[in-house]
């Protein structure tokens, strides 16, 4: 059985620009959750959806958003990127309160 | 979801089992406790979770205090590959619409040869 996918596995843009990030869930998970890592940081929680709905953000400006399309794969969209946005961003599935199993993230550089 | 307290490194000699402890005073009474870790720059692994009584599957062992507010993940015959950052998270799981993981600093388990 697939594990989650996220794509792509690194991405490089410049500072202002948007970044759009891509995670399928293990199949028959309703949840994602979008986590960002900063170098040398722990995970901070970003997003939580569940059946195409957002049900909980974290302490993130508006400009990181994202959604989950009718197949439960969702996006994740940084815009007006700065350079501190650089980090692993990382996505995980489940079914609603059960273990959440992660991708392998995606490698975000703003330069 | 509650705090959870975890020494921020232990060693471990190849072979021996590793005890990581984890404090969880808070705990509430729909809360399970979840262990995950993270091997550089990878994403993290599910490897147990439980609500109060000891748990044990193909990675590891839990174990929860009677009053739940601590609890020892083991791994019972640590291998070089179990280097890794250890999380310990509280997550509600019933009752409730918060089901986020909240990830501490953990403890760097370093397994030495």
């Known amino acids: 059985e697939a594990g989650v996918t996220q794509s792509p596995t690194h991405l490089i843009k410049t500072r202002g620009q948007q970044a759009t990030l891509r995670c399928s869930p293990i199949?028959?998970?309703?949840?994602v959750y979008w986590y960002q890592q900063a170098l040398g940081l722990g995970l901070q929680f970003l997003l939580w959806?569940?059946?195409?709905?957002?049900?909980n953000r974290g302490n993130f400006p508006p400009r990181f958003s994202g959604r989950q399309f009718p197949n439960y794969s969702s996006e994740l969209n940084v815009n007006a990127l700065e350079l501190e946005d650089s980090a692993l961003y990382l996505c995980?599935?489940?079914?609603?309160?059960?273990?959440?199993?992660f991708g392998q993230g995606t490698r975000l550089t703003v330069v | 979801d509650a705090k959870t307290t975890q020494p921020t490194s232990m060693d471990c000699a190849e072979g021996r089992a590793a005890n990581l402890p984890c404090n969880h005073s808070?705990?509430?009474?729909?809360?399970?406790v979840y262990w995950y870790r993270q091997i550089h720059s990878q994403g993290p692994q599910y490897i147990i979770h439980?609500?109060?009584n000891n748990e044990t599957n193909e990675m590891a062992s839990l174990i929860i205090t009677e009053d739940r507010k601590s609890s020892t993940l083991i791994l019972p015959h640590a291998t070089l590959r179990d280097t890794a950052v250890y999380y310990c998270?509280?997550?509600?799981?019933?009752?409730?619409?918060?089901?986020?993981?909240?990830f501490g600093k953990g403890t760097l388990l370093t397994v030495n040869p």
């Open positions: 808070t705990i509430s009474g729909n809360e399970y």
């Open positions: 995980a599935s489940s079914l609603v309160a059960t273990e959440a199993f």
């Open positions: 959806y569940d059946e195409g709905e957002e049900r």
């Open positions: 199949s028959g998970h309703t949840s």
């Open positions: 439980g609500l109060k």
């Open positions: 998270i509280v997550r509600v799981v019933s009752g409730g619409s918060n089901y986020k993981l909240t």
